[in-house]
């Protein structure tokens, strides 16, 4: 299957600042997701990235707060922006669709954000 | 709306135990549901299951799907310490939507 890469792996941040956090997919894949998980969480689908437009976020997320961007079919990025404490969580990238990866959705190793 | 519920959230097992995790779901347009575990940070693909009936094996972890009931089961068998993790179960609905997942199971083996 495809392999993603995401970086930082992790990070420790100021409150009111923000973080830009990069996925990069091996091959080329039709769907790019971000997620977040709170500690002792499931998982909780941010928005879809969506190549050359504007990302779709679910519920309770908004774009001036997340930020997405997706120039291209292996690449995107997601900011965290005016970081409070509760945005620690760790940030998880997740694809699928392309010749390497078939029906299944897979990860990134994940970004472990904390807000002080 | 979409939702996948696991049971039980949490269980504590003794090394060598074999331990049955339940996934049910509700989902319009089923496409697959999908087993992960969960160490650290990344979820880990173990099964995807489209038809009913069918058992899917590797080692000592199994999974079938019952797509009249609505549910999946994971079986691990023999235990060990190193399976410790939250085990999601997830629903892919049809076309380019992602995963819905539920809460995940959390197990501890003890030695």
């Known amino acids: 299957s495809a392999v993603i890469s995401q970086k930082p792996s992790r990070d420790i941040c100021q409150r009111g600042t923000s973080l830009t956090i990069q996925c990069q997919v091996d091959?080329?894949?039709?769907?790019m997701f971000w997620y977040r998980q709170q500690p002792g969480q499931s998982l909780t689908l941010i928005a879809t990235?969506?190549?050359?437009?504007?990302?779709?976020?679910e519920s309770g997320f908004v774009i001036d707060k997340f930020p997405i961007s997706r120039p291209n079919l292996t690449f995107s990025t997601l900011t965290v922006s005016n970081m409070s404490p509760e945005d620690s969580s760790i940030y998880l990238c997740?694809?699928?669709?392309?010749?390497?990866?078939?029906?299944?959705?897979?990860f990134g190793p994940g970004t472990r954000l904390t807000v002080l | 709306e979409d939702k996948v519920v696991q049971s039980p959230l949490s269980l504590v097992v003794h090394e060598g135990d074999t331990v049955t995790l339940n996934c049910s779901y509700e989902?319009?347009?089923?496409?697959?549901l999908l087993w992960y575990k969960q160490e650290k940070k990344a979820p880990t693909f173990l099964f995807m299951l489209?038809?009913?009936?069918i058992e899917k094996k590797s080692g000592r972890l199994s999974s079938i799907l019952d797509k009249k009931e609505l549910f999946s089961i994971l079986n691990i068998t023999a235990t060990q310490t190193g399976d410790s993790a939250v085990y999601l179960c997830?629903?892919?609905?049809?076309?380019?939507?992602?995963?819905?997942f539920g809460k995940g199971t959390r197990l501890s083996v003890i030695a």
């Open positions: 997740s694809a699928y669709g392309g010749e390497r990866s078939y029906n299944e959705q897979f």
């Open positions: 091959s080329q894949v039709t769907m």
């Open positions: 990235a969506n190549q050359g437009s504007e990302a779709t976020y």
């Open positions: 989902v319009t347009n089923f496409r697959s």
């Open positions: 489209t038809s009913s009936g």
């Open positions: 997830a629903v892919s609905p049809r076309g380019n939507t992602p995963l819905v």
